[in-house]
């Protein structure tokens, strides 16, 4: 059974999360605080995708993402955000999530994310062999990681995503719209400026100068380009 987690403390948000995912032939595994959703991940390491509530009872949201992310990479994290939380808050405090869905949400939407997402952190493999090498960028499509001069850089799945389809189209600009929907799925419900987020973050990971970017470089009005 696909695992999960779903971390919210208001019990009728949680109860209704659960039943819309149990529909959708998911187990959902329940935490009403931050603590518990970090013991469970423990005692689950199976779950591939947590829904991380921002507003919680012991601490906030964003620090458990931090604590499952300093120790995974792998697990697919979703904030589920209030309206009025301002974006540009949630999105600058995004650190090392992959998405976030606004309250209140549409089962169908929050299940189609949880589904593109879980479908990019391990469901299906893309038949992949070996290691595309552009220095002093080296990608490993099998183990699905990076390095930078031999340096391991850690990477999100959904940020491997993006430095896999940029090292696939050396000196192309790409959409903004084209790796919304190459990397999140064509039917993704979100926004574009999830893209946005996750190119700065990567930026911070990979670039020299990250704010004089000369490998991701912005192709104005349009989208980004990987730049050799
Ligand atoms: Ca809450």
């Not at 991940?41 to 591939?48: A, S, T, V």
């Not at 904030?79 to 939380?85: E, G, I, K, N, P």
Request: with cysteine; aromatic share 8%.
């Amino acid at each position: 059974m696909k695992k999960v987690l779903v971390l919210e403390d208001e019990a009728n948000i949680r109860s209704f999360v659960v039943i819309n995912l149990k529909r959708a032939g998911y187990e959902a595994i329940e935490a009403e605080t931050g603590e518990e959703a970090l013991n469970q991940l423990k005692r689950n390491p199976d779950i591939k995708v947590a829904l991380l509530d921002i507003m919680l009872p012991d601490m906030d949201g964003f620090e458990v993402c931090r604590r499952i992310r300093a120790g995974d990479n792998h697990i697919g994290i979703i904030m589920l955000t209030a309206r009025t939380q301002e974006m540009d808050k949630v999105t600058g405090l995004m650190t090392g999530a992959d998405d976030y869905v606004t309250k209140p949400f549409s089962p169908a939407e929050l299940t189609a994310r949880i589904d593109a997402l879980y479908r990019r952190t391990g469901g299906a493999e893309a038949v992949d062999t070996g290691e595309i090498s552009q220095p002093p960028f080296l990608l490993n499509t099998r183990n699905r990681t990076l390095e930078k001069n031999g340096q391991r850089v850690k990477l999100t799945q959904v940020e491997y995503s993006i430095m896999k389809l940029f090292m696939d189209n050396p000196g192309k600009a790409l959409s903004r719209e084209e790796i919304l929907d190459s990397v999140w799925g064509r039917d993704y419900f979100g926004e574009l400026k999830i893209v946005d987020v996750n190119i700065r973050r990567l930026r911070i990971k990979i670039e020299d100068d990250p704010t004089n970017p000369t490998f991701i470089t912005t192709v104005w009005g349009y989208g980004y380009k990987w730049g050799f």
